[in-house]
């Protein structure tokens, strides 16, 4: 069992910035594929971003290309996001996952456990 806990989450203004961080308990983290998906009022969960165990591998939604950064610090048992350039549409809850596949991994149902997310809202 995974225990995942988000932090970070709040206001902030178009253009603006964001680290979202996420720390795991109670699996050996380093064995762990992490990601980040988000979901806004009336709308599905949707893929942000994803790290590969070791961090040597990331992916990103279109939408999130070039504008996140996620990183992982396995020490720490920890994964970052930091959004910049951020945009109202931005703007949703925002999930931690875990997935016992330690790769990068996309598919919201190939993730075994979820944070309770975050609230990231982005005035304009």
């Known amino acids: 069992q995974v225990q995942l806990a988000e932090s970070g989450g709040g206001l902030a203004q178009a253009g603006g910035s964001l680290r979202l961080s996420c720390a795991a308990s109670g699996r050996v983290f380093s064995n762990l594929g992490m990601g980040w998906f988000r979901q806004a009022p009336g709308k599905e969960r949707e893929f942000v971003a994803a790290?590969?165990?070791?961090?040597?591998?990331?992916l990103y939604s279109a939408s999130a290309q070039g504008r996140f950064s996620l990183s992982r610090d396995n020490a720490k048992n920890t994964i970052y996001l930091r959004m910049n350039s951020l945009k109202p549409e931005d703007t949703a809850v925002y999930y931690c996952?875990?997935?016992?596949?330690?790769?990068?991994?996309?598919?919201?149902?190939?993730?075994?456990?979820w944070g309770q997310g975050t609230q990231v809202t982005v005035s304009s």
């Open positions: 790290i590969s165990w070791s961090g040597g591998r990331t």
């Open positions: 996952a875990a997935s016992r596949r330690p790769f990068v991994v996309i598919k919201t149902d190939s993730y075994d456990y």
